[in-house]
């Protein structure tokens, strides 16, 4: 099965702080992209919701220092900074790997402000705020949910997952990995 369109959408970005929870409170990491990046990619009206598709990473690894949360207003992200290191993303940098991606207001935290946010199917050896990540958007799987528990909510993205792998390693999607956007 081929990408339907709109798909498949590219979206060049960088990698920003989010709220920290998913790794935290989820164990599965997004590395968050400015919200306006996905806005302005030509996905109908900006659909809210759990896409996938594969993600290339390129840079070096960089941390994020938070600064203090602000007390009175637990729904909106702390300041943060980007502290960046000199060590490559290896061995990760420059391979097309295969993605899952959440957009909207991540109904079980009630979050006040959008975000969309890329889990990468690949276990880095640090983090890599910062960092370069072009996507390619090949379709979507859901509307966002919310959920009873957390142990409900990391249930339902590890579908999501198999879903993607699923899908990804059907022809019409896998000769994505190897188009000019990823060179
Ligand atoms: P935040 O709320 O700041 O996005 P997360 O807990 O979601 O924090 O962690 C995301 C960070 O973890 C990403 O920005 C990235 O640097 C790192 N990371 C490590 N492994 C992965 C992965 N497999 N997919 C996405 N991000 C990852
Ligand atoms: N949050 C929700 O509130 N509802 C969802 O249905 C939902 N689905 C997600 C699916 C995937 C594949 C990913 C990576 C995240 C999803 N999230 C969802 C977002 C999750 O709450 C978020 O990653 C954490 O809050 C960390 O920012
Ligand atoms: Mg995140």
Do not use: C
């Not at 659909?47 to 070096?60: E, H, M």
């Not at 990760?92 to 790997?97: H, N, R, S, Y």
């Amino acid at each position: 099965m081929p990408p339907v369109l709109p798909y498949p959408v590219f979206i060049d970005s960088h990698v920003i702080g989010g709220f920290g929870r998913g790794s935290s409170d989820l164990g599965i990491p997004t590395a968050n992209i400015p919200p306006s990046d996905f806005l302005a990619s030509g996905i109908p009206k900006g659909q809210t919701g759990i896409y996938f598709g594969f993600a290339k990473i390129s840079g070096t690894y960089g941390t994020l220092v938070r600064h203090a949360l602000p007390e009175d207003d637990a729904s909106k992200p702390p300041s943060t900074e980007i502290v960046q290191t000199e060590k490559p993303i290896l061995p990760a940098d420059g391979i097309v790997l295969p993605m899952v991606m959440s957009v909207g207001w991540n109904p079980f935290y009630g979050n006040s402000e959008p975000s969309a946010e890329v889990h990468i199917v690949h276990k880095f050896a640090d983090q890599f705020y910062g960092a370069d990540i072009k996507l390619a958007v090949l379709g979507y799987i859901r509307a966002e949910k919310n959920f009873e528990s957390v142990e409900a909510l990391i249930e339902e993205i590890m579908n999501d997952i198999r879903k993607a792998k699923e899908y990804l390693a059907e022809d019409g999607f896998k000769q994505i990995e190897s188009s000019e956007f990823f060179k």
